[in-house]
């Protein structure tokens, strides 16, 4: 079984992986125009965020964060999940909804209300996953070039 271990999203391993995440997200993009934003630190630091990197047998197979987000009309305590993705040799065990489970608690050890989060809709297993979860579509809450749907969670 898997195991998580906290990280800076500008560590050397999580900095690897994170290429490698962008880099399989730019070859699948339709358009050839993916352009990626690698996130700092700051973002992911206690108490407004934690950047987790899933590892099995010592190897970094995926990662996935959750950072406190600014929303357009100014609620607080919601958390955005961020840069989930798993390499895809160990796609299929379940470990996506691992990932997202765990940046859901960590989320709410944090404070937090509610949950975002932005995808494109090419990104289909993901997207079921984020749905199965509890995850609804609503309007678009930044500017993110690179989504087409965006979702919520209400943390009761």
Not at 14 to 34: C, K, N
């Amino acid at each position: 079984m898997p195991t998580f271990r906290i990280a800076s999203p500008e560590a050397a391993d999580a900095h690897a992986v994170l290429v490698e995440y962008f880099t399989l997200r730019a070859a699948e993009f339709p358009g050839g125009t993916y352009s990626p934003t690698y996130p700092t630190a700051a973002a992911f630091q206690d108490p407004d965020g934690v950047f987790l990197l899933l590892e099995d047998d010592g190897a970094i197979v995926g990662c996935g964060g959750v950072r406190r987000v600014a929303m357009p009309d100014g609620e607080a305590d919601v958390f955005e999940i961020k840069h989930v993705f798993l390499r895809p040799e160990t796609r299929g065990r379940g470990w996506g909804r691992l990932l997202l489970d765990e940046l859901e608690r960590r989320a709410r050890d944090l404070g937090a209300r509610a949950l975002v989060l932005d995808t494109h809709h090419t990104l289909e297993a993901a997207g079921h996953l984020y749905r199965k979860s509890g995850f609804t579509e609503i309007p678009r809450y930044n500017a993110n070039p690179n989504a087409s749907v965006w979702l919520r969670k209400e943390l009761p």
